[in-house]
């Protein structure tokens, strides 16, 4: 069964560092990929997605991920985060079932920014 | 371009009681996406919609229902609401998938006590 997991539900890294967060898919066929971020009492808002076009994917706000069929990885990345980053992090994977396609999101990464 | 619109915004309801919750896609998007967001379960599928055809299940139990008009505008509805339904309601729309990606609405906050 396809499935997405993310390791980490709770990253916490120092302003100006790297961010990186983690995501692994399970699927039979070629994924398309998503990260989206949640800010508190927002809905969801898409950072980047893989439609493989590249693999190396470049989204808003800075942040970029890199696609690895070898490894199932799609991890986000940011060179130095800032304040204004944290928040709830998800990865998703959109797969086909009965005839059509659907989304399937990760638990989530809460990040936190520290001073 | 107007995105993705829920109402209401917050519900508080009594166990027992029923709800209908709205949302308004992006104009030219036909498939609309529930998702119930709690603490402990994350992320959660409902349903998905397209052309006023449910498309797609998510397993929840036969309480949580909804439907699409025409106009591509979905509602869903939760009868005999219990505690456990307190939840962020997420609506989301898109163009036909899959590598279409979902815009979301900002949600509506259901209480149920």
């Known amino acids: 069964a396809q499935s997405v997991t993310q390791l980490g539900s709770h990253v916490s890294v120092s302003e100006g560092a790297l961010v990186l967060l983690r995501c692994n898919y399970s699927s039979s066929v070629p994924p398309y990929l998503f990260w989206y971020v949640q800010y508190p009492n927002q809905g969801l808002q898409l950072l980047l997605k893989?439609?493989?076009?590249?693999?190396l994917v470049k989204g808003i706000n800075g942040f970029e991920a890199e696609f690895k069929k070898s490894e199932t990885s799609f991890h986000l990345t940011k060179p130095s985060a800032h304040m204004s980053d944290a928040a709830e992090y998800f990865c998703a994977v959109s797969v086909p079932t009965s005839g059509t396609y659907k989304y399937i999101f990760g638990t989530g990464t809460r990040l936190k920014v520290l001073a | 371009k107007a995105g993705v619109t829920q109402t209401p915004r917050y519900l508080i309801k009594t166990r027992g009681q029923q709800v209908t919750l709205s949302c308004s896609p992006i104009?030219?998007?036909?498939?609309v996406s529930w998702y119930q967001q709690t603490p402990g379960q994350g992320l959660q599928f409902l349903f998905e919609y397209f052309s006023e055809t449910q498309r797609n299940k998510g397993n929840f139990p036969g309480r949580f229902s909804g439907r699409q008009f025409s106009n591509s505008r979905s509602e869903m509805n939760v009868s005999t609401l219990e505690l456990g339904d307190s939840a962020l309601y997420l609506c989301?729309?898109?163009?036909?998938?899959?590598?279409?990606?979902?815009?979301f609405g900002p949600g509506t906050r259901l209480t149920v006590t």
């Open positions: 989301a729309s898109s163009l036909d998938p899959p590598y279409y990606e979902q815009y």
């Open positions: 893989y439609t493989s076009a590249a693999t």
């Open positions: 104009s030219g998007h036909r498939s």
